[in-house]
């Protein structure tokens, strides 16, 4: 049986209980005032499906309430398909193959998509690196920036900036541009100082020894790849997979969204199999990112602190 024939994913009220067990593991919690224990499930015929009333605050709820699903009218197993379809694809899916799919309009795909894109993006608990570990870093660019006039080189493009450890993850940012003032303080507030930094030869990179524990430089201009235990073919690697999803799959990405898309890509690249993380896993994962991560549609192009 294919994990997309699993009930949840056809039946709503299956649907309500896998999340259930997600995100409460058999112990509902109020999202109101955050009472456990009391919380009583009311039935009826003309009851919602799952809905509950906390003893505590006497207010009433479902597993919905406080995430990114919470006040939608799409059922909520094609809320799971979606989320699965987006985790299972290794370079993402269009909002109209969603659309097409799912039997829903071209822009409630869309917003699902974002909403989605929402719950993946995970707050980092502590600086990357730490105790000698290995950081690359690398800038790249992508789409064409809101007004801006095409010509040669690349300022008229969108920048992401990725440091990533060796066989760990990946946080990237949507940036203003590639000057050291752009991404040296980026970098200090993400990375341990006693981490090791890897780079090409780029300038803004020039002066990072002063801030970490040290700074290896590979020559890409020279045709150095690899010196010794120097190189950055891990974040290379990981710009090969966002390049051909961005372009083969998304194709056109406005400046005021790619901060999202840039976290589906993460989220992916961190919850992957060499970490032990398959297409189920990574679904779960995504699901218990959808608590306290409301997003309305005029929100969707708000860039969060970096």
Known sequence: MSFLSKPYFHDEAAAIAKLES???????????????????????????????????????????????????????HKWLQATYLMCASKKG?????LHRTLEITYKSAWFMSHRLREAMRLEPETPAGGGGGIVEVDETFIGMKEGATKR?????????????????????????????????????????RDSQIMTDEAGQYAHLAKHFASHE????????????????????GFY????????????????????????????RYNN???????????FT????????????????DERPHQ
Not at 32 to 55: P, S, V
Not at 59 to 74: A, D, L, R, Y
Not at 93 to 97: D, F, G, P, T, V
Not at 272 to 282: C, H, K, M, S, T
Request: aromatic share 8%; with cysteine.
């Open 22 to 76: 997600v995100l409460w593991n058999g112990e509902p919690v109020c999202p109101h005032c955050g009472g456990i224990g009391k919380c009583y499930e009311i039935k009826g015929t003309k009851t919602r499906a799952g809905l509950r009333k906390c003893g505590h605050c006497r207010k009433q709820f479902t597993v919905k309430v406080g995430t990114v699903f919470e006040q939608s009218h799409i059922p909520l």
């Open 93 to 97: 899916i269009s909002s109209h193959q």
């Open 152 to 192: 040669r080189g690349y300022a008229h493009k969108n920048a992401v900036l990725t440091l990533i450890t060796r066989k760990g993850i990946a946080r990237s940012f949507h940036v203003d541009g590639t000057s050291a003032k752009d991404l040296v303080p980026i970098l200090k507030a993400n990375i341990a």
């Open 217 to 236: 430089v590979v020559k890409h201009g020279s045709s150095e790849y690899v010196r010794g235990n120097a190189h950055t073919n891990t974040v290379e």
């Open 240 to 267: 090969s997979i966002f390049k051909r999803g961005m372009k083969g799959i998304y194709q056109h990405c406005s400046e005021k969204h790619l901060h999202r898309y840039v976290v589906e890509f993460d989220f």
């Open 272 to 282: 992957r199999v060499a970490l032990g993380v398959d297409d189920e896993g990574r």
């Open 285 to 300: 994962n995504a699901l218990k990112g959808i608590v306290g991560k409301r997003l309305t549609y005029r929100r969707t």
